[in-house]
């Protein structure tokens, strides 16, 4: 007789593992994290901030003397991004805050990101130089020129070693083709090309060529004042170059395929669910508006976030989602609080995990929630220094809704809506995930025995 | 329907908050947002509609009630025997019945007229008269304004003298630094109507001059406010020409999008937009100041 072992679902255990980002309760707003993302073998972890900045972690080796411990991410390189611009013409300042940062595949020794602010995408490439050329002929070796009069032989210069230097150059600048705000960058499965999205317009970009790029997507109306929607997302497919989704604020998917038309204005499909007219209230539309869209690694399904829920659609179904998960419904009756202090239009971000069988987004008080969806299981967790003593395992945390607050939950009143998790990001291949708060990086693993 | 039940504040307080949100955004840093005045331009017409929506059932018991008394008032004045008055009650019903509630309010209006045969007959032909007055875009405009069901006829129309409702509000465009006064504000059911009159003369004059807006604005404590928007607002018309810009010149100006920005607040005819959506302001009472002087 077989004897079977079933795992139950909520068997993995988060642990916390590393916490990057100052301490103090003071943020600085050039620090505040706006954008995680991890590469695609997972090695290296960028962050973006409101300073312009960009900085990649990479991670360690898996130490021999612990194979179970999953290695410790450390800083790789930091570099400036963007800088603040005036736009004089116009007489506004351009932030120099990095919305996205997108990593092209490896195809060689160097790594290449894209990174974007509101009006310019650059293509950056971080190389390592472990080796430098020593014995020059015609220079000393701090630089300076050598007298030819002391030039009595010659050599042949060799690379020597040095420490490892991690250098990051800007290789492309893709500027000027964006009128409104960039709000998504997503790089084409074919390598070669890759779009980005302000509220209007979707382009279409050549890696290589900077002058020049393909309006794809116009949703501009001939006359601003019948301006219902704007694009909030964009991403290309995983798998098929030709097809990319784009979200809206009217809570629309429009998936388009490229070999339709040159100018996709006509989507292939339109995923929409019908709104509920029970629910409707003053902020129906702000909280029907999608902050995040993401395929799947499989590019079966979708996975859009608005306010207060995650939904995952099947490509095949255009009526409604598959999936619908609640991120905290009790946040409904407080929409108009939420309004005031602007919390409602907070764009939280979604991920999936490696195999797609979990996804993951944030919420405030510095908690985040998973949702497996072959078990129909959530948890929510808690980014904080409370809980970060190495490897100590996270507890599930809960929200009271009703009158009655058990022991360990917390109140809805009592929930800090200035602590918001809104960029968080799924390793593609193992359990290990980063969680950005306002300016603090954390990063958790899955409890390994 | 809009369930404004679980809602703390209401739609008057919505409408304020809204109008601050969309001043504020003209000063912040990275330019205006497109997005997120998209959606609080979304809060300002749900909470338009349920504060109309609120002031026509106000006015609606109050001419009901006021109906109410000039019945009594006819009934003891009238002869008994006087067969034109009954003649013109029928007629004000059946007129009722057809129109819907707003027309009802305009016959009611009407009937305060009707009191004379002579006065009667004059009335209904008003009434075709509001007709080809009213401009074909109004039906529309009143729907979608209310987000009702329920159409709007064209005669609906206030005589003007009936208006019970004065104010006089000075607004100003920031981006084109037109100043327009707007006298004999009320609802915008009278307005498309008087507008071509009334609003057509406030504005030629007013785009000849040059403002000078601390003489406009009353409340010291808004000029400072005022100026830097006017300031912002004139740094943004020397680049007027661009065409881009322009779109979200059209984005900022307060008036255009309370008015007539974006789809379900108003339709076509920028002009007739921008005056009704001066005169639905100015009827809103004298808490709009405040907010009308962005």
């Not at chain 1, 194979?67 to 963007?82: D, I, K």
């Not at chain 1, 108009?336 to 979990?358: A, M, P, Q, R």
């Not at chain 1, 190495?390 to 809704?401: F, I, Q």
């Not at chain 2, 810009?245 to 255009?256: M, V």
Request: proline share 3%; aromatic share 8%.
């Amino acid at each position: 007789m077989a004897v079977v072992v079933v795992l139950k679902a909520n068997d993995v255990q988060w642990c916390f593992s590393q916490v990057k980002g100052a301490i103090d309760d003071d943020v600085a707003e050039a620090d505040i994290i706006s954008t995680v993302e991890f590469n695609h073998s997972g090695e290296l972890l960028a962050t973006g901030d409101k300073g312009g900045r960009v900085v990649i972690f990479q991670q360690e080796p898996e130490c021999k003397s612990q194979p179970q411990c999953r290695g410790e991410y450390n800083v790789y390189s930091t570099f400036q991004s963007h800088e603040p611009e005036f736009d004089y013409l116009k007489s506004l300042e351009i932030e120099e805050k990095i919305n996205k940062i997108r990593w092209l595949p490896q195809q060689n020794a160097a790594q290449f990101l894209l990174s974007t602010n509101d009006k310019t995408i650059k293509l950056w490439k971080i190389s390592e130089r472990d080796k430098r050329p020593e014995g020059y002929n015609l220079k000393e070796e701090d630089g300076r020129y050598r007298d030819f009069n002391t030039v009595t032989t010659l050599r042949v210069p060799v690379f020597r070693p040095m420490d490892l230097m991690v250098e990051a150059s800007p290789r492309r600048v893709f500027a000027n083709a964006h009128t409104y705000h960039i709000n998504s960058i997503s790089v084409n499965s074919d390598c070669e090309t890759y779009l980005s999205a302000d509220d209007l317009r979707i382009n279409l970009w050549n890696l290589e060529i900077t002058d020049r790029s393909f309006n794809i997507v116009d949703i501009k109306p001939a006359n601003m004042e019948e301006l219902t929607e704007v694009i909030t997302a964009a991403e290309f497919h995983p798998n098929q170059c030709n097809t990319f989704v784009y979200s809206s604020s009217k809570g629309t998917i429009r998936l388009c395929d490229m070999r339709a038309s040159a100018l996709c204005d006509k989507h292939s499909k339109l995923f929409e669910e019908p709104e509920d007219p029970n629910n409707r209230s003053f902020f129906s539309e702000i909280i029907s508006s999608i902050s995040d869209v993401k395929f799947s690694h499989s590019g079966r399904y979708m996975m859009t976030r608005d306010y207060l829920s995650v939904k995952i659609w099947d490509l095949n179904m255009e009526s409604r989602p598959v999936e619908t998960y609640q991120v905290h419904e009790y946040l409904r009756s407080k929409l108009c609080s939420l309004y005031e202090n602007d919390c409602i239009f907070d764009k939280f971000e979604c991920c999936w995990n490696g195999n797609d069988s979990v996804v993951m987004t944030g919420s405030y008080n510095n908690f985040f929630r998973m949702f497996d969806r072959g078990y129909r299981q959530d948890v929510t967790l808690e980014a904080s220094r409370e809980n970060s003593k190495p490897r100590s395992v996270l507890k599930p945390r809960k929200v009271s809704t009703g009158g009655k607050r058990k022991k360990d939950e917390i109140s809805v009143d009592s929930l800090d809506f200035n602590k918001k998790i809104l960029h968080t990001a799924w390793h593609p291949m193992d359990n290990i995930i980063a969680v950005a708060t306002t300016n603090n990086l954390y990063i958790f693993q899955e409890k390994l025995n | 329907m809009i369930n404004t039940m679980e809602c703390a504040v209401d739609a008057q307080s919505l409408i304020s908050i809204s109008l601050m949100k969309i001043h504020n955004s003209r000063t912040q840093r990275g330019g205006i947002k497109l997005h997120k005045n998209l959606l609080v331009s979304y809060v300002l017409r749900n909470a338009r509609q349920v504060y109309i929506k609120e002031k026509y059932a106000e006015i609606y018991r109050m001419q009901q009630y006021e109906e109410v008394m000039t019945v009594c008032n006819e009934i003891q004045e009238l002869n008994p025997l006087d067969l034109d008055a009954e003649d013109a009650d029928d007629e004000e019903q059946a007129r009722a019945a057809c129109c819907g509630e707003e027309a009802s309010l305009c016959g009611s209006a009407c009937h305060r007229d009707a009191a004379q045969p002579a006065a009667h007959a004059r009335t209904a032909s008003a009434l075709p008269g509001c007709e080809e007055d009213c401009k074909e875009p109004e039906p529309s405009y009143y729907r979608s304004c209310c987000m009702e069901a329920s159409p709007v006829s064209h005669c609906d129309q206030f005589p003007a003298n009936s208006s019970a409702h004065c104010n006089k509000t000075t607004v100003l465009d920031l981006d084109t630094h037109v100043v327009t006064t707007v006298e004999n504000g009320y609802l915008h059911q009278d307005c498309c109507c008087d507008a071509l009159q009334c609003g057509q003369g406030a504005q030629s004059p007013a785009k000849k001059r040059k403002v000078e807006f601390g003489c406009c604005v009353s409340d010291v404590e808004e000029v400072s406010d005022f100026t830097a928007a006017r300031k912002r607002a004139k740094r943004e018309d020397c680049s007027y020409s661009h065409p881009d810009y322009t779109d979200t010149s059209n984005i900022s100006n307060l008036i255009s999008i309370f008015g007539s920005g974006f789809s379900g607040l108003l339709s076509r005819q920028a002009d007739l937009e921008q005056i009704c959506s001066k005169q639905v302001l100015a009827s809103l009472g004298a808490w709009t100041r405040a907010i009308v002087a962005f």
